[in-house]
């Protein structure tokens, strides 16, 4: 990325003779605004893997994401006077947040607790979470206005829609809540085909 930036000067030498720099005042931007994203980018799942204890896949993206940086940086120090590239430098970490956010929704790393609370009779939603290969844990609780049964279940991210939808069906006024876990050990869950990614982290079972 280095020799980019250093090569396009010079063959932009031209465009200056008409007065207007589109260099300096378009292309440079643009270029930093774009690094910026991805190194945010890369920062925001970095974030997310060291929260999750991922060490191999925070420290590989950790180095890109430094590397990246310091070039972004490099070239605002060179220019400035160019105010242009100070709002591209702001404007891509800010994008590269969302940006960030946005792959790791997709990726959907990690694991999930669910908690299903219903006051109506849950045998017929715990058989099809066991069908489809999901552990699934009841216990008889107390609520407000009543007896209850609390189903708990162990869920990878990427399922959380699937189950979601289980859960709507066969018991649609049930109270659900969802929050990350760090760890799990043993389990039922389905079984997709290895993935890059969960040959860097495999989850222990």
């Known amino acids: 990325m280095d020799f980019i930036f250093a090569q396009l000067p010079e063959t932009v030498e031209t465009a200056t003779a008409s007065g207007f720099d589109w260099f300096a005042w378009i292309v440079l931007p643009l270029l ?3 690094a910026r994203i991805v190194d945010q980018s890369l920062g925001t799942l970095r974030i997310i893997f060291v929260s999750r204890s991922m060490r191999k896949l925070a420290a ?5 994401e430094s590397l990246i940086w310091l070039v972004a940086i490099s070239q605002i120090i060179q220019n400035l006077d160019n105010w242009v590239s100070f709002i591209a430098f702001a404007g891509g970490f800010s994008m590269g947040n969302y940006v960030g956010i946005y792959i790791e929704s997709k990726l959907a790393m990690g694991m ?5 609370i219903t006051a109506q009779d849950a045998t017929e939603l715990t058989d099809v979470l066991r069908e489809n290969k999901y552990g699934a844990t009841t216990v008889s609780a107390t609520g407000r206005s009543g007896q209850v ?3 708990l279940t162990i869920i990878k991210r990427r399922d959380l829609e699937k189950v979601q939808q289980i859960v709507q069906k066969y018991n649609p006024n049930a109270f659900v809540s969802v929050e990350d876990i760090r760890s799990v050990h043993e389990g039922v869950f389905p079984e997709p ?3 890059f990614l969960s040959r860097l982290n495999p989850i222990r079972k």
């Not at 590989?60 to 890109?64: P, R």
Request: with cysteine; hydrophobic share 70%.
């Open 112 to 116: 999930l607790c669910m908690r299903i």
């Open 149 to 151: 049964r609390l189903i």
């Open 32 to 34: 930093i605004f774009l």
């Open 60 to 64: 590989m993206v950790g180095f890109f």
């Open 193 to 195: 085909a290895p993935s």
